[in-house]
Every structure is written in structure tokens, then in C-alpha cells.
């Protein structure tokens, strides 16, 4: 309805307009020169409540198509090079968007040997700081804090104990997992709570944070239904960068697959990529690296294997 007001507006009534224009939709002003009422009434709706951004994003310039076949599957180059078109069209010099994959697996969430959390160290850095805490003794706090940690030591422990969480990654010591334990009730439903897995259980403190905190490691951790999402780059580091990061972190996940995921012929089920405020592309299966499928031995094969070789 706002749009259509807009287009019946006499010259020189449109800023009045926009000054009011609240109810959760942009400024007229923002709108992309194709835009009208009757356009919008026309899209899908599923389109029609997107920001006007996401509409210069998704269309080409004049309006006459889409950019890209939202229900096609593409390449991860392809996939890559229609991201960046996106951001050609509607750039953001206040905002750094951040490349985000997300998957679903061909696993079953209830049996430990098919759950995936591992990190994931991408060549080129996500771009994405991190703010990290370290689980440590009282007086070891000064030193955790001189090597770049957020947050540690008793600080830590209190913000804990208040079930306050002024960061992003929990790093801790091996020999300070038992001290942590009792505190699995707060940190394992909020995702935190340090692995060997995930690289958060560390000997070499140091090097963890500069790698956690810097964005050049990533957490790989399904949900209940197999869901997996994760930042993987930003835009202002080129197509380059962005399409080594997203190879080498589907690589990586798929020369980690857990053993479960070895008797299953499928490992990923669907894959996409977005920036985080873009429409989101579809992955073409093909580009699904192998993740070690070990195929069953066929009923009878066992025998016929030996009475070949002993002549029975």
C-alpha cells in the first residue's frame, strides 16, 4: 500500500512522505527505479517483504529478470560470481558483508559416530574477529589478557558463575576441563563449552587465540536436523580469496567426516551460499568433494573371494 500511495503522489509531496514513512518499510527514496505497485504486486511473495536493497540485488537493473534462476544449481565459482554481482549492484561502503555457507547433512544427529564439530582453518581468514575467552587459573589471568584474550581468568569465572557471556570462543587448557565440567549445564546449550574436536581444548594457548581471534579458524557443528552454518569470508577480500576459503572449508569437511559418515553413500545433502544480507545460491551436488564411502561388502563376496584363491 505504501508504494502504491508513492506513485500517487503530485510532485514535491514525496519527501513530506518519507519523513513519515515507518510500519517497518524503507524509505521510498531507496527504492530501485523499477519499483512500483504494480511491479510489487506482481512478485512473488515471498519477494514482496524483502528490503528494497535485496530487490536491486536480486533483479537486473531495469527489472525485466531475475539475475540468477533462484531454483537452478550452480557452480561454486558460478555461485561466487553471482554473489559479487549482487553487491556490483547494491554496494554498501558502511557495511563489510560477510560470505556464509550453509549445509545439510545426509547424517542422523542421534548417533554420536555421524555428528560433525571440528574446526576448520580457511587459507585466506573468514575476516570475521572473534572474541576469545580463556579458562584458566586466577593468576594466569594478566598473561591470558597480554596475548589477546577478551576475557579470562577469575573475570571469567565470575561472568560464568552469573551466566554472562561477553564472548565468542572458550578456550581452555586440558588440565582445566575438570573445573569445567561442573559447568557443562551453562556452556553446552549455548554451543560453548571447549573440544579437542573443535580445537578449543588447547595446549598452545597463544596460538589459539591469535587463530580463533583473528577469524582464520572456523567451527563446524550440526544441529539437531543436520544443519551446518558458518561465515567463510567477506567481500572486500575478492572473488579470489572467497572461492579458495569455500573450496578448501567443503574440502576439509570432507576429508573429516566422522567414521559413521563412512557407511553412508551420501554425506552432503544440500549446500548454498549468501552473503549476510543477499539472496542466497544454490549448490550444485556435483561439487560435492567424496568424504571416504566405504561400500559394504555384498552378501557371498567373502567366499567367492576365498574359493578363488585356495581352489574350493
Known amino acids: 500500500e505504501k508504494l502504491k500511495e508513492y506513485d500517487d503522489m503530485e ?6 512522505a518519507d519523513d513519515g514513512f515507518q510500519e517497518g ?13 504494480e511491479f510489487w504486486k506482481k512478485m512473488p511473495s515471498g519477494l514482496r517483504n524483502r528490503s528494497p ?59 554420536p559416530d555421524q555428528q560433525i564439530r571440528m574446526k576448520i582453518k580457511l587459507p585466506n581468514g573468514s575476516g570475521k574477529s572473534k572474541r576469545v575467552a580463556v ?28 551466566e554472562v557471556f561477553n564472548f565468542d570462543v572458550l578456550i581452555a587448557k586440558p588440565a582445566m576441563m575438570p573445573a569445567l565440567a561442573k559447568l557443562g ?7 560453548l563449552m571447549p573440544s579437542p574436536k573443535s580445537g578449543t581444548v588447547v595446549t598452545d594457548v597463544k596460538a589459539a587465540i591469535e587463530s580463533w ?12 536436523i543436520m544443519y551446518i552454518g558458518a561465515p567463510f569470508a567477506k567481500v572486500s577480500q575478492g572473488k579470489e580469496k572467497c572461492l579458495e576459503n569455500l573450496r578448501s572449508l ?36 556435483n561439487e560435492f568433494p567424496s568424504h571416504g564411502y566405504q561400500k559394504p561388502m555384498q552378501s557371498g563376496t567373502v567366499d567367492f573371494v576365498y574359493q578363488a584363491l585356495h581352489g574350493g
Open 11 to 16: 510532485e514535491g509531496e514525496e519527501e513530506e
Open 25 to 37: 518499510r524503507p524509505p521510498t527514496e531507496s527504492l530501485p527505479k523499477f519499483m512500483n505497485y
Open 53 to 111: 536493497r535485496y530487490w536491486k540485488m536480486y533483479f537486473n537493473e531495469d527489472g525485466t529478470a531475475p539475475k540468477y534462476d533462484r531454483f537452478k544449481f550452480y557452480s561454486l565459482a558460478k555461485a561466487i560470481d553471482i554473489i559479487f554481482s549482487f553487491y556490483e549492484s547494491a554496494p554498501n561502503d558502511a557495511h563489510d558483508s560477510s560470505l556464509e555457507i550453509s549445509m545439510y547433512m545426509a547424517l542422523d544427529a542421534k548417533y
Open 135 to 162: 579458562f584458566c587459573p586466577p593468576a594466569e589471568e594478566p598473561e591470558a589478557l597480554e596475548m589477546g584474550a577478551t576475557i579470562a581468568g577469575k573475570t571469567l569465572q565470575d561472568d560464568l558463575t552469573n
Open 185 to 191: 549445564k551453562i556452556l553446552g546449550p549455548r554451543r
Open 213 to 224: 581471534a583473528s577469524g582464520g579458524t572456523v567451527e563446524l557443528r550440526n544441529t539437531e
Open 250 to 285: 567443503i574440502q576439509q569437511l570432507a576429508d573429516n567426516a566422522p567414521e559413521g559418515a563412512k557407511k553412508r553413500e551420501e554425506y552432503f545433502s544440500k549446500m548454498w551460499i549468501k552473503g549476510d544480507d543477499s539472496p542466497s545460491i544454490r549448490i550444485d551436488p
